[in-house]
Each structure stands twice: as C-alpha cells, then as structure tokens.
C-alpha cells in the first residue's frame, strides 16, 4: 500500500527499523546506498527468473538433465546472477507431482522466484503441507490423481527447491519466450500447473 | 511445551489456507536487506532464526513475519554488542520526536 | 568435514530426541525411518552457527525420503506418497 502523503504514526517495529537502520549507518556497518541497492536488486527479481529456467528445460532436454543433477550448476551456465542459492530442482511426470514447503520458518528460492506470499509462510500452509498435501493442493484447486504420487519436499536446510512442472500439452514448437509466460510461481512451487494455451 | 517449539510446527492441525498475497511495503523490504547485508558483520540467518524462535508464541503469532524478522535483527545485533539497548532507547525516542512516516 | 556415513538408498532412522537449541530437524520426522535420496554436501552445523559459533567442521547433509503412510497413522492419500527431509548426519543412524 503505497503512501497517500498523509501522516501516519510508525508502528513499533516500523519505529525499530528506521532505529536501527539509522545507528547501524552511523557505526559505519552499513550505508543507505547500500540498504537502497540491495531493495533494488530484490524487487528484480521477479518469477520470470525462474521461468526461463523452466523453459529453457523444456526446450533443451540437456539442459533438464545438467538441472535436475546439480540445479545452481546449471543456473549458472544460463548465466543467471544466484548468489549463495544452493538449488535442488524436482521434475513433475505423470507419475509424480512435487510440492514443496517450509514447516520450520519459510526458506524459499527467492533469488528466482522474488519474495515468498504470505500464505506460503502461514501457519495452515506449513502445518497442513506435510501431512495432508492432497487436501491443501484440493484448496488451491489442484486435484492430484490417486495414482500419482505426491512428494512434499520440506526445506529445512540449506537447500532450497524448484518444481519443474510438466510442459502444457499443445505448445509444440513455441519459443522459449513463449512457454515461459506459461510458467507461474506458483507452479513452480507445486501448488499449480502452468497455464494452459489458449484456444 | 519446552519439547516441540512454537514454530516447529509441521504436522500439527490447521485450518484452511488463506491465500493471502500482499504486496511488500518499503520498511519491509529495508528489513530483508539489512538481514542479508548484515551478514558482512557476522549476523547469520541462523542467528536470526533462533532468535524468532525464541520469541514469545503469543508475539509469534501475533507479529507479522517483518515484524518477526526487524526484532529478531535487532536482538542478534545487541547480543553481538553491535548495537546497545541504550543507543536503540535514545535513538527510537529521537525518531519518534521527529514524526516520521 | 566430516565424513560422509550414508549413501543414496541407505536405510536410516532419525533420532528420538528432543533437546533444547536451535534445531532443523522437524518434530514429526524424529524416530522416523527413511531412505537416503541423495547427499546434498557438506554444511556448517546450524545447530551452532546459531550459537555463534562456526558451526565447523562442516557435516554431511543428506535428503531423506520417507513414506507418508509411515509417518502419519492416518494418512489419507496414495501409499506410495512421499514426504522428502534434509537432514544432518548427527541426527541419522542406520536402520
């Protein structure tokens, strides 16, 4: 919610961070330029990242295999800036369906996918996740078949995950450009599909 | 339960997923930068972790997740001596007096 | 870093303890038997870096793949549905 030029008191923690942000640049441990270049940076990153990363496996089957082997390895060659990500990458087949969650706190590739949303980092999302994932995925409207398998990757270390969803039927030779717009955040992290393509 | 923390909670019952999406407000994109920037004087995320964990479950509840990540930064910094508690009570009071937004 | 004990589809147990600490082994995993899907590498120990300390030598980190219906009694859902763990070898010993 954007300012509207109105004042309005700052909350406490707002309070502490204008606070602290102040007495840290005035110790000399960090600058405003620095604080404001590092927003900008953040706010870059968007889910299009990771949806070329997507694309350009669905375009190039040796590609997917280098990323589903060592996923940072492979974002690196595409040549996408990842600092400190240590990326592990889950494919989606027919037979299996990934999803991933944070029941500790809520680590998230953010480096390829931007800020997590709030629900991700909910109390039900990292409680239920675990345990019933089929009535979760049911809720965001994904209905997952008996016969496949679903595999809840629970981030809790210093990996952080990717689904790589199934490619859209129907987009037989689109560019790469053209399936990433089909690829949402939220399919790569497992609680959708992509997009289908239009009629 | 001093066993299980508060946070530690994959497993337990929940209610339905609220879908919730808000777009992030300056001071909170300011507290994920400081966090990550922080890191150059020692501040791990781990640090900052404990240090959420350790909060009250009612505060943990209550706080929003920025809320959680601001004090939690705070915290590791004066448990690192960078900061005092007595330069964030005279610096917050100036701040207040100042009528920022 | 220590040496890595596991290796991918070895059986392992996650330990039945619940100290007090900073701690990446959920809840709901420990005692829990599991394979192990692959070794992730070597990581400072977060236990400790928490603690502010170096959390050194590193220790191996492993994804480990255990069987919902295990997990939860009451599972409702495929049997071969899977929930997949990091987790540290000091929290691991063979099944």
Request: proline share 6%; glycine share 12%.
């Given at each position: 919610m954007k300012d509207q030029g109105k004042y309005r008191p700052l909350s406490y923690f707002q309070l502490m961070e204008v606070t602290l942000r102040e007495l840290l640049v005035e110790k000399g441990l960090l600058t405003d330029e620095q604080v404001q270049r590092e927003v900008a940076e953040m706010t870059a990153r968007t889910p299009e990242r990771g949806a070329r990363v997507v694309s350009r496996a669905w375009m190039d089957p040796s590609f997917k295999k280098d990323l589903l082997q060592d996923g940072t390895k492979a974002c690196e060659q595409l040549g996408l800036e990842i600092p400190a990500l240590k990326l592990v990458v889950v494919e989606n087949t027919p037979q299996v369906h990934n999803a991933i969650v944070c029941t500790l706190c809520s680590c998230y590739p953010r480096v390829l996918l931007g800020l997590p949303p709030d629900w991700y980092k909910s109390r039900n999302y990292r409680s239920r996740m675990v345990r019933e994932p089929r009535a979760v995925l049911a809720e965001f409207g994904l209905m997952i078949d008996e016969k496949t398998q679903i595999r809840v990757h629970d981030s809790t270390a210093d990996m952080r995950y990717l689904v790589l969803p199934m490619r859209p039927a129907g987009t037989d030779g689109w560019s790469e450009e053209r399936l990433a717009a089909l690829v949402t955040r939220d399919s790569m992290i497992g609680v959708a599909v992509p997009r289908a393509p239009r009629a | 339960m001093i066993e299980r923390?508060?946070?530690?909670?994959?497993g337990l019952p929940g209610g339905k997923v609220e879908r919730t999406e808000h777009e992030y407000a300056d001071w909170e994109r300011r507290v994920d930068a400081m966090s990550w920037l922080m890191r150059a004087h020692g501040i791990t995320v781990d640090e900052r972790r404990r240090h959420i964990e350790q909060l009250p479950p009612d505060d943990y509840e209550r706080m929003t997740y920025y809320e959680r990540w601001i004090v939690s930064l705070a915290q590791a910094a004066l448990q690192r001596g960078l900061i005092t508690s007595e330069e964030l009570a005279r610096k917050m009071v100036e701040v207040e007096s100042r009528g920022s937004r | 870093m220590v040496p890595a004990r596991f290796k991918a589809g070895d059986r392992v147990r996650v330990l039945k303890a619940y100290p007090i600490?900073?701690?990446?082994?959920?809840?709901?995993?420990?005692g829990h038997v599991g394979e192990i899907e692959r070794l992730c590498g070597a990581f400072p120990n977060p236990e400790e870096l928490a603690q502010m300390r170096d959390g050194l030598p590193a220790l191996p980190l492993y994804r480990v793949r255990f069987r919902q219906r295990e997990v939860w009694p009451d599972y409702q859902g495929s049997p071969s549905d899977v929930v997949e763990v990091e987790i540290f070898q000091h929290w691991l010993d063979a099944a």
């Open positions: - | 923390s508060h946070h530690d909670m994959g | 600490g900073h701690l990446r082994t959920p809840y709901y995993i420990r």
